[in-house]
Nanobody, 119 residues
Framework: DVQLVESGGGSVQAGESLRLSCVAS???????MGWVRQVPGKEREGVAVIDYDGSTAYADSVKGRFTISKDGAGNTLLLQMDSLKPEDTARYFCAADTLWFGLNPQYRYWGQGTQVTVS
């Protein structure tokens, strides 16, 4: 089974940066991967996505501030978050699927999430 394990969340002040990591294992097919965030009581929001050959897409709310990438081996997904705002506060999930949904968070595989709080 595909496993996704996130790390790197925390509490920061507005304007500061955080980097989230997600280690993926257990897959044999090329995966499209993304970061999705959720605030309690609200729907999940696709934040950034990268397909298996490296093309990326971002939500308008984070464009220019967040950068999604993979490490050289391709099994660690990263999200560099700069110029963080209080409205970025959410639980951030790493997600993956063999299908491409763009920013629509309909992934088959999900991590447990990591909390990001910006004050």
């Amino acid at each position: 089974d595909v496993q996704l394990v996130e790390s790197g969340g925390g509490s920061v002040q507005a304007g500061e940066s955080l980097r989230l990591s997600c280690v993926a294992s257990g897959y044999t097919l090329p995966m499209n991967m993304g970061w999705v965030r959720q605030v309690p009581g609200k729907e999940r929001e696709g934040v950034a996505v990268i397909d298996y050959d490296g093309s990326t897409a971002y939500a308008d709310s984070v464009k220019g501030r967040f950068t999604i990438s993979k490490d050289g081996a391709g099994n660690t997904l990263l999200l560099q978050m700069d110029s963080l705002k209080p409205e970025d506060t959410a639980r951030y999930f790493c997600a993956a699927d063999t299908l491409w949904f763009g920013l629509n968070p309909q992934y088959r595989y999900w991590g447990q999430g990591t909390q990001v709080t910006v004050s």
